[in-house]
């Protein structure tokens, strides 16, 4: 991967992590159950040092360095999220990319949320986190499965399709939200970057919001965002209005809890999030490995 493309990845991620950093306490809030899982892998064993890729405003990050009481690293290529991230006194934030970056620390655990489907090279990026881990230290990342299972996150991309009609199709082989839906694709790519112990796990929840916060939600993060950002301003209540109704639909589609028909503007939005969690060792193939479960639950 060039610096170029790395400039590249950099200059996206800032435009857009400045909606990230608005919206901060809602993604938080809708992530949470996904953020309590890493920090349940995190306590499986005492921790030295970890590291948090694609570590966004820092929720995640913090909320380790909180129950280990320890020191926690957090990165991201995105300088308008770390920007945006919360200090504390145990937590450090690097502006940096992942895939390239030399560590100058070694860490015995690495956890990523959603943040290592974007690398351009996978395989070197995976490698390079091989090489900032400590002899049997471990990677514990979430990732999503396929589109198909994630209507809420679909929903959004098909409502903006018809407003973006220049944006370039997304590469199914390249970086992106569901580059690591497959299992096994993504297995041999752990298995070409020099990972041990490789276990990918279906892992489903379910993320509450209230309905109120849909809207600046959906107004700051991801495709509906770049078309606000490109229609007129008279486009853009309509815009708003037709995400609402199609990611309303979306939850109350899908397993949502205390179900309320369409149409009665329920309180609480509930969507299912179907993801893989995937448990990596830096350890030898003969090696023996304890099956946690605490990242399956």
Not at 12 to 29: C, E, M, S, T
Not at 158 to 175: I, R, T
Request: proline share 7%; net charge negative; with cysteine.
């Amino acid at each position: 991967m060039t610096s170029e493309v790395n400039s590249e990845q950099a200059a996206w991620w800032n435009a857009a992590g400045q909606g990230w950093a608005r919206a901060q306490d809602i993604v938080d809030l809708v992530l949470r159950p996904f953020q309590d899982l890493l920090v349940d892998a995190a306590l499986e064993r005492p921790r030295d040092r970890v590291l948090d890729v694609g570590c966004g405003t820092g929720a995640v990050t913090r909320a380790i360095a909180d129950a280990l009481d320890g020191a926690c690293v957090g990165v991201d290529i995105s300088e308008t999220m770390i920007s945006g991230a919360k200090q504390q006194g145990n937590v450090r934030f690097v502006v940096a990319d992942a895939q390239v970056h030399t560590f100058e620390e070694r860490f015995d655990l690495i956890v990523s949320r959603f943040g290592v489907m974007f690398f351009d090279d996978p395989v070197a990026a995976f490698r390079n986190l091989l090489r900032a881990t400590t002899p049997g230290g471990e990677l514990c990342f979430i990732t999503w499965r396929t589109p198909d299972e994630n209507p809420f996150m679909t929903t959004a991309v098909q409502a903006a399709a018809p407003l973006l009609p220049d944006a370039p199709a997304p590469d199914p082989n390249g970086p992106g939200p569901f580059s690591l839906a497959d299992a096994g694709k993504t297995r041999k790519l752990f298995e070409q970057s020099g990972w041990s112990g490789i276990e990918i796990s279906p892992v489903d929840r379910i993320c509450t919001m209230p309905e109120k916060l849909l809207v600046p939600y959906l107004s700051n993060l991801g495709p509906i965002a770049r078309a606000l950002k490109e229609a007129e301003e008279s486009e853009r209540p309509r815009i708003i209005g037709a995400s609402e109704v199609r990611s309303t639909r979306s939850c109350t589609a899908t397993r949502c809890g205390s179900q309320v028909p369409f149409g009665r503007s329920p309180r609480q939005l509930h969507s299912d999030w179907r993801c893989h969690v995937s448990r990596l060792s830096r350890i030898s193939p003969d090696q023996p490995r304890v099956s946690s479960s605490a990242c399956t639950a």
